[in-house]
């Protein structure tokens, strides 16, 4: 990505929407570490992860969206999860196929698992190809987007990664973990501030049922934990409507009051993978440009509320995902090497 914009640049100054770069970034990302590098297919698994959410969204709505006959309403969005499945099938056979590879990915471990069939890794890789890349291409373009509202928080994060390392050095995510600690809390105030994570996270109350807060849930009874309520909650945080990194340098034990990866058993397992991956994303990029807002934005530091705090873009919410609703619109920034 940083090669295409700097061709790009040259000495001028560019557009960029950034929402897109960071899909298609957090999809090469994935492919390299789970299916053996570029497959050529960014755009296609974009659309393929997209439409999906958009059906995961519609099957919740309409249970039984892929029976007949509401599924001739849906015909598009299922050829598209037809679509990807069969790619998804395709690298499987083709690597089931290559005796004795050698490759170590996540594909491979996968399928090295002597208790997984076919079926099972295909429908893990899906599986994991959703979970993977969106979340983590929203985390990366709400943090851009609060640091565009939060022009002290930029100017601070940037101090700090170019006063840390030199402009040819490639910041890794162990570097930018111990040596950056006001841009990592940006990262986490973003996670905070507005979890990519979604509406909810729905869980199913044991037989026996539960009491929880003097109530009792009967067994079965579907209840959803409502991560943007907990991660603004007064009696955690103060000013919660304020992005503020800072309260994470002064109180590090704050990071663990996020909720936005879930706790407990199915806490997100891809966690850590996703931090090492945004940091050092977010690092480099401070380092080796500049960003502004183009003068035509509807939303920046300009634009407050009541409260004096600046109005973020719309959102947009998908099934496993929280967007910008208009990213075309929203999602634009200016970009020039840092001077
Ligand atoms: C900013 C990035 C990410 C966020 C905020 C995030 C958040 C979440 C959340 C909230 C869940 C649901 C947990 C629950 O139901 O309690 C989840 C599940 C999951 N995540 Fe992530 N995730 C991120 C990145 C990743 C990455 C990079 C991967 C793997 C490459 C990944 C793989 C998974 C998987 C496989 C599940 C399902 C786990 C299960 O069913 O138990 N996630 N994630």
Known sequence: MMHRWDQAICDEVIQIQYEREFAHLAIDVLMALGYGGRNGQVERIAEWIHDYNCLALVNLILPGVQSYPLKLLFTRLLASKDAFKDAVAAAVKKRQEEKDSKCVDMLQALLGSSETSTQQVIAENMALIIAGTDIVAQTLTWTVHYLMLYPNAYDQATHEVRSTFARDH???????????????????????????????????????????????????????????????????????????????????QLKAQVLSFSSGARMCPGRSLALCEMLPVLANL????????????????????????????????LFTVVGPQNPDRDCQIIVQHAK
């Open 286 to 317: 401070l380092k080796n440009y500049s960003f502004a807002t183009p003068k035509d934005a509807q939303f920046g530091s300009w634009s407050t509320d009541a409260d004096g705090n600046p109005i973020a873009m719309p959102r947009r919410h």
């Open 170 to 252: 490639l910041i890794t995510s162990a570097e930018a973990r111990a040596q950056l600690p006001f841009t990592e809390a940006c990262l986490y105030e973003a996670l905070r501030i507005c979890a990519a994570t979604g509406v909810f996270l729905p869980r199913v109350v044991p037989k026996e049922g539960i009491w929880m807060q003097g109530h009792f849930l009967p067994g079965g009874t579907q209840l959803c934990v409502n991560v943007a309520g907990a991660n603004h909650h007064r009696e955690t945080w103060q000013n919660p409507r304020r992005f503020v990194p800072q309260r994470f340098i002064d109180n590090p």
